[in-house]
């Protein structure tokens, strides 16, 4: 029996590591399995999945094994994401950024990453105005297949919230949601790397510039 399109997309999106990142240049984990399955998108735009990611698609799919694509990134150990509690303004930017609703917080309160849930995409440096939040290496952690599973339900409330938002804005103001649809096509890779190199080499600057603590 042939596969069935929307089973293909659930069994390639089930390889895909959920971290929600946007480094293969979809918006997410399940466009990107969307774009491999319905539009021939190549397997190896996953930087966070890695060599293991390719394979395990590569023999879903009956494709050879290529290495990972070096315009998207390349892969790198898990990183959390930390806000420095003294220079955070609460402008919950990062909040709103967050694909995985690992930050918690509320309009001009200090905001906290809950470190258990970030899955160390790095798209809250850009929004940040102030350039309090750092990526930080974690040795002791591991994106296991549970915290997978976790962050792709939690990515789901997080696009369901979105979409809802877009339409009572669209209510208020006459225009139409923005449409999804499962060929999305890719985000502009350049500006999102000059945007988050901008943002973290003002963060490194200031992390140098900051003085030591005593």
Do not use: F
């Not at 094994?65 to 930017?93: F, K, N, Q, S």
């Amino acid at each position: 029996m042939a596969t069935l399109p929307a089973d293909l997309v659930h069994a390639i999106d089930a390889h895909l590591p959920q971290t929600q990142c946007a480094r293969c240049g979809y918006p997410a984990c399940l466009p990107y399995a969307k774009a491999i399955a319905l539009d021939g998108a190549a397997i190896n735009r996953c930087p966070p999945g890695g060599s293991e990611v390719i394979l395990a698609l590569a023999t879903l799919l009956d494709r050879p094994v290529v290495p990972l694509d070096p315009a998207c990134g390349p892969t790198m150990p898990l990183r959390i994401a930390r806000i420095i509690e003294a220079h955070c303004i609460g402008c919950t930017l990062c909040i709103q950024a967050c694909p995985v609703d690992a930050i918690i917080g509320a309009p001009k309160k200090m905001h906290v990453v809950i470190a258990e849930l970030c899955s160390g995409c790095d798209l809250c440096l850009p929004p940040c105005p102030v350039d309090c939040i750092v990526m930080e290496s974690a040795p002791a952690a591991t994106w296991t297949a549970e915290r997978a599973t976790h962050a792709r339900e939690r990515h789901a409330n997080y696009a369901a919230r979105k979409i809802a938002t877009q339409r009572m804005r669209a209510t208020s103001t006459g225009e139409p949601p923005v449409a999804t649809t499962p060929s999305t096509p890719p985000l502009s890779m350049e500006a999102r790397r000059a945007n988050l190199a901008r943002a973290v080499d003002r963060a490194r600057t200031k992390r140098i510039q900051r003085p030591p603590r005593r």
